[in-house]
């Protein structure tokens, strides 16, 4: 009775995960016939429920897309994931891995008694800037080697709204990450298709399902005003439940989900 049970509240977690995740294809208009779509796999529980429900989907043929994924090893960042589980996840649903391995370095502090204005900006940039910077690279320039059209990234609901306070609060502009971004530079654009899903759904289908947690956490994971600001939208959760839809739908209202 207990595995009835569990398999009850599965099968109506995922399609609960899976109405959200259409609706937002629907809504912003994220995937179209003839896509070819590069997930970006980090190994998390977010990355590994995009590529199953991106993958789930281009069975289905409405619409007709195809999607490749890549996982890139920071060498200098002591922080893992098991690759050959990742092959064998992309495997069990039919999707071509790649991994590739880059680098950057940490600026140090500056010796010398007057730094330039360029050592300046290199020391504002953070490691978590720098390692997300280079990873996107190495999407982009495998992204067009594939002939993808499009990058799959995933962040939930969550982070979108995350984003929104930190650039309120530390910025002093009302804006996030795009459920969509066409790139300028390169005919690529950015999709999120978590966008409509909130993050305790993904932790619990990543646990129901045994998703294979990183072996190694980043180091900077937590140093970043970033964990601030779940504390703060934590607590306005408590004032206001319904603070998660008023966020959204005043990002909604000042056109902020979308690029151009």
């Known amino acids: 009775m207990e595995k009835l049970n569990q398999n009850k509240e599965s099968h109506r977690l ?3 995960l899976n109405e959200r995740f259409v609706k937002a294809m629907a809504t ?6 003839d896509d070819h779509i590069l997930v970006g796999l980090s190994g998390g529980k977010d990355s590994l429920l995009l590529l199953e429900l991106l993958a789930k989907r281009a069975k289905i043929q409405h619409p007709r897309f195809k999607v490749e994924a890549l996982h890139v090893r920071m060498e200098n ?3 893992e994931t098991d690759t050959s589980y990742l092959q064998q996840f992309c ?3 039919g999707v071509t891995l790649h991994v590739r391995t880059t680098r950057f370095e940490v600026e140090q502090t500056e ?9 300046r900006r290199r020391k504002q940039k953070q490691p978590c800037f720098l390692c997300s910077w280079n990873r996107r690279k190495e999407m982009f320039n495998l992204a067009q080697e594939l002939g993808c059209n499009k990058i799959a990234l995933g962040h939930h609901q969550d982070d979108i709204i995350h984003t929104a306070l930190l650039n309120l609060t530390y910025q002093a502009h009302f804006a996030t990450m795009p459920v969509s971004l ?3 530079k390169m005919p690529l654009t950015l999709i999120r298709p978590l966008c409509l899903i909130q993050e305790a759904d993904v932790k619990t289908w990543a646990e129901m399902q045994g998703y294979q947690k990183q072996q190694k956490l980043c180091p900077y994971e937590t140093n970043s005003h970033r964990t601030d600001i779940k504390r703060l939208y934590e607590s306005l959760e408590q004032l206001n ?9 005043a ?5 902020k989900l979308i690029e151009e």
């Open 14 to 16: 995922w399609h609960r």
């Open 28 to 33: 912003y208009h994220l995937i179209e016939d």
């Open 77 to 79: 960042i002591h922080y």
């Open 91 to 93: 495997e069990n649903l």
């Open 111 to 119: 010796t010398s008694q007057q730094p330039t204005d360029a050592a």
């Open 182 to 184: 066409k790139m300028r």
């Open 241 to 249: 439940p319904e603070v998660r839809y008023n966020i959204w739908g």
């Open 251 to 255: 990002l909604e209202a000042d056109n």
